[in-house]
């Protein structure tokens, strides 16, 4: 089994910065594809970036594209997020998921993931 817990969320006004970290334990990660998913009130799961084992591929949901970036430390079991130039569009829960046998078809996927961390909230104030 793998545990994920995310950190890093919090209140930041428009344009600001925030860092969410992904800490894995029980298992490594080090061959799991590891993503970003996000969840506003009433509505599902929305996948925002995925990072293959390696490191080699990576996907971004087209409204994050040029302000997000995902990357990972495999020594520390550890998956990042790096947000910038927040918008209040970007207010929500953000969970990271892993799973080990993922098509990178399928990445954007929420079903196709096995393990779920519990959530960070991230509000952007206008």
Do not use: H
Not at 46 to 73: L, M
Not at 101 to 120: I, P
């Amino acid at each position: 089994q793998v545990q994920l817990v995310e950190s890093g969320g919090g209140l930041v006004q428009a344009g600001g910065s925030l860092r969410l970290s992904c800490a894995a334990s029980g298992r490594t990660v080090t061959f799991a594809t590891v993503a970003w998913f996000r969840r506003t009130p009433g509505n599902e799961r929305d996948f925002v970036a995925a990072i293959s084992w390696n490191g080699g591929r990576i996907n971004y949901t087209d409204p994050v594209k040029g302000r997000f970036t995902i990357s990972r430390d495999n020594a520390k079991n550890t998956v990042f997020l790096q947000m910038d130039s927040l918008n209040p569009d970007d207010t929500a829960i953000y969970y990271c998921a892993a799973d080990f046998r993922m098509s990178w078809a399928l990445v954007g996927k929420d079903n196709e993931y096995d393990f779920w961390g519990q959530g960070t909230q991230v509000t952007v104030s206008s």
